[in-house]
Every structure is written in structure tokens, then in C-alpha cells.
């Protein structure tokens, strides 16, 4: 049981919890084991940003993990959880438990940075949960502690046995390569990021594996995630420094930013 103290909107299994009132959640293998699914979506003025979208990858995550998900009454929540937030632009956590718990949660905003060092962390995917966004994010949470023990800002992962290009610990990541940007391929072991498909709507797009010492090759990076959106990345630690005001760099967090700004238009405002 915990409180509620910064009166963030707080909804379980559809019932809203008042502002300052304790929150209790069955402790269920969701919650002790890490046996669930979440997604994390933004929303601005109270429009969630690709709802569908997110909906849909937690059911396929759902489907990855052998936790039922039911979409259509989850879209129902949203709708109501959106309404009920302390703050109209928020971050909000979506969590289905093992037991099938469904906890809603609004979480602040990060301070927006204008650009990121990151410190290159070994990895290794579990094959068993490619592509399921599930609650297990310890080895995730210890690479982004190691790096701002180092003074980066966020960990950037690669596989620990070729040093391979994955992920962030909460977001995906792009390089340019000439007049390409550049993600690693899906099937490498990263998520199918939300705000990934939104960058390939927006600027050309390729996919191709690099090592992380390949780097030094390249004009560029990005941090991508639903939250961030876009930052440019100053510096992966002993590998490569990047200039972030690059008339390249530029046009893409802008073309970026303006492809996010029309999804947001086209969902309708919460009544």
C-alpha cells in the first residue's frame, strides 16, 4: 500500500483512485514477479498521442507474454483516465498484470534535454520476450544507473556477444549515416517502438546491423521514444562526439516533430 501524495491521477480496474486516498493493489505474480505488460504513451492537452497503436502493441505484447488484453475496454479507460489527470500533457503508464490487474497511472514529464551522452552498456535479449514490452526492466534500470554514475545521461545498449546496436533502457535509437537514418533491425532483439514507426513516417528510413564501435563513422544520433520524442545525442562515451546543431540534425528532429504534432491533431480532445 502507498499514497498518493503528488495527487497524480491513479485508475485501477477502472475505478479511479481519489486524490491523497491510499493505493492498494493485489500483489499478484504481475507485480512480484514482473509478469506483466505495459505501455507508456503521452499525451498533450489530453489527446494521447497513436492510441491505437499502443493499444494494439500491448494486446501483442498481451499475446507474447500469455496475458489476455482486452483492447476495447482498455480504449474505454483511456478516454476516462485522460479526463481525470492532474496535468492535460502528462506521461501515462499502462500496466496489465499476470491476474489481469489493469493499473493506469500519470506520471511528469522528464526535463526536456536538448541533447544526451550515453554510455555504452553490454546486453543480452531473453528470446523468449522479443518484441513483448513486459514489466522486467531490471537490467534495463541497472544499465541507466550505471551510465549517470559515469555522468552520461542514459545507457546505450548493445549485444553482448557480437556488440551489436540495440536500444535505450526506455527508447529506441537511430544514427544517420549520410543521407540515411539508420535503426537496427527488429529482429535484433529491439522493440517495435510506437514513435519509431512515427519517425519512418517522416524522414527516409533504413535498417541495418552496426557494432557500436562503427559509430565513430557516423554524422549523428537520436534518442526516439513516445515520452522524449526525439533528442539528438552529443556524445556515446569513448566512441564517437557529435555536433547536435548540424542542419541534418535540425530538419529531422523538426520534420520529427511536425509528423507527432499531426497525429496528436487527429485524435479528438477529451470531452
Excluded at 59 to 65: D, E, Q, R, V, Y
Excluded at 145 to 161: E, S, V
Excluded at 255 to 262: E, F, L, M, R, T
Aim: proline share 7%; aromatic share 4%; net charge negative.
Amino acid at each position: 500500500m502507498t499514497t498518493n501524495a503528488q495527487h497524480r491521477a491513479v485508475m485501477i480496474d477502472g475505478e479511479l483512485v481519489p486524490p491523497g486516498d491510499p493505493v492498494a493493489v493485489t500483489m499478484d505474480d504481475g507485480l512480484i514477479r514482473g509478469d506483466g505488460v505495459f505501455e507508456g504513451i503521452r499525451q498533450y492537452d489530453r489527446r494521447p498521442r497513436t492510441p491505437d497503436a499502443h493499444l494494439e502493441r500491448l494486446a501483442k505484447s498481451g499475446a507474447g507474454a500469455g496475458i489476455p488484453v482486452d483492447v476495447d475496454l482498455l480504449r474505454t479507460e483511456m478516454a476516462a483516465f485522460c479526463e481525470a489527470t492532474s496535468e492535460p500533457s502528462c506521461a501515462v503508464r499502462l500496466i496489465v498484470t499476470r491476474s489481469g490487474i489493469r493499473i493506469w497511472r500519470e506520471e511528469p514529464l522528464p526535463p526536456r534535454r536538448e541533447a544526451q551522452g550515453l554510455l555504452p552498456v553490454a546486453h543480452r535479449v531473453t528470446p523468449l520476450l522479443i518484441g513483448v514490452k513486459t514489466l522486467s526492466y531490471s537490467a534495463n534500470m541497472r544499465a541507466q544507473r550505471i551510465a549517470k554514475d559515469t555522468g552520461m545521461d542514459d545507457a546505450l545498449l548493445y549485444r553482448a556477444d557480437d556488440r551489436i546496436i540495440l536500444e535505450g533502457p526506455t527508447w529506441s535509437f537511430a544514427w544517420i549515416e549520410g543521407d540515411d537514418l539508420v535503426f537496427p533491425p527488429l529482429d535484433a532483439g529491439v522493440l517495435d517502438s510506437i514513435t519509431r514507426r512515427v519517425v519512418v513516417e517522416a524522414v527516409p528510413t533504413v535498417e541495418r546491423e552496426m557494432p557500436i564501435e562503427g559509430l565513430a563513422n557516423a554524422e549523428g544520433g537520436f534518442v526516439i521514444s513516445s515520452v522524449q520524442e526525439i533528442v539528438p545525442v552529443r556524445t556515446v562515451f569513448g566512441v564517437v562526439d557529435w555536433d547536435v546543431s548540424t542542419p541534418r540534425v535540425r530538419e529531422i528532429v523538426e520534420a520529427v516533430g511536425a509528423k507527432i504534432q499531426k497525429h496528436v491533431e487527429s485524435v479528438a480532445p477529451v470531452a
